[in-house]
C-alpha cells in the first residue's frame, strides 16, 4: 500500500468511525399524554417544545409524541411510566395521584391562582425549592399551572347556594375538598372522562378551564359557565412534563445541554401561557353558542372565598403534620404568585 493509499484508508477509516459514533448518540424519545392532539397542551404546547428541542439538536434527538394515551394505561399512570421507563417523557396532572405530591398543593388551594403563566412561573420557582424531594425519580422539565378554574354547568351557578348537593367533577384531592367546603358533592375523574360523565348524567357539572373545553365538548354538553371577580382564580391544578431518568442520563452532555435549555422557568411560563392563550378560544366558543357566561360580582366572590377559607387551615395542619411547614409554603407561594403576577 502507497503512502497516498494509506492516508485515504486511514481518513475513510476515521470519517467512518466519526460516523458511527454520531449515529450512537442519535436517540428517539416517546413522549406521552391523556389528551387528544387537538386540545391545547399537545397541540399549542408539547408539539411546539419537541420540535425546538429535536431543531436544537441538529437532529440528533427525534421525540415522537403519543396522544390520548395510545402507548396504554390510564392518566393516573403516567408519572409512573415516566418513573419506570416505559416512556421517555410524559405530560401529567400531578393531583392525578393524591397525596404524593403533597408540597405541589399549596398552589391548588382556594383563590391562590392569577392566570396560567404568572402562577406557573411562581410553581416552577416554588417547587425548584420545595418539591424536589418528592420529585427525585424523575428529571423534571417543568412544572406549571392552568389558567382560572371555572364551573361549567347544566343549571346556571349565581350564588353559592346553587352548588348545594351539585355533583360535580373536581381534578384533584385539593380540589375536592373545595368543591366540599363549597356545599358540593364531588366526584373525581380524570379530564377524559368528563364528556361522558356530563353526557350520561353521572355528573351536573365539571370544574375545568375554559382552554379544555373545546376538545371535550363542554360548550355543547352544558350551556353555563361560571367565573369569579377580582384577579384570583377561583383555583388551578399544576401539571408536570418529566423524563425517565436513564434516558436523560444516557444523553451525551451536549444533548442533556438542549433539554436542560428547554427545561426550567421559561418552559413553565410557555406552557402556562399556552393555557391562558387557549382560554380566550374556549371562552369564544361559548359566546358563539350563546352560552350563559356569569361572573360572580365582588360581593359574592367573597361569599364563595369565605366559605372556602376554613381549607387552607386544614392543608396547612396537614402539611405540617407530615414535616412540613404548611403555613410557610402558603405563604411563599402566595407571595411568589404576586410577584410574577405584577
Known sequence: MNRLTGILVGAALAFGATTVASLAQDVTLKLHQMLPPQATIPSKALKPWAEKVMKESGGRIKIDQFDAMALGGKPPELFDQAKDGVVDIIWTVIGYTPGRFPSTEAFELPFMMTNGEATSRALQEYCEKNCMDEFKDVKVIAWHAHGPGMIHSKNPVNKLEDMNGLKIRGGSRVINLMLEKLGSTPVGMPVPAVSEALSKGVIDATTIPWEVTPSLKVSELVKNHTGFSGKNGLYTQTFVVAMNKASYDKLP????????????????????????????????????????????????????????APLIEAWEAEITAKGKDGKALVQEATALIEKYSK
Not at 255 to 278: H, P, R, T, W
Open 253 to 308: 452532555d451536549d444533548l442533556k445541554k438542549v433539554i436542560d435549555d428547554n427545561s426550567g422557568i421559561e418552559a413553565a411560563a410557555y406552557f402556562g401561557k399556552a393555557m391562558d392563550q387557549g382560554d380566550l378560544a374556549g371562552k369564544a366558543i361559548a359566546e358563539k353558542l350563546g352560552n350563559n357566561i356569569i361572573t360572580l360580582d365582588e360581593a359574592e366572590t367573597k361569599r364563595w372565598k369565605d366559605a372556602a
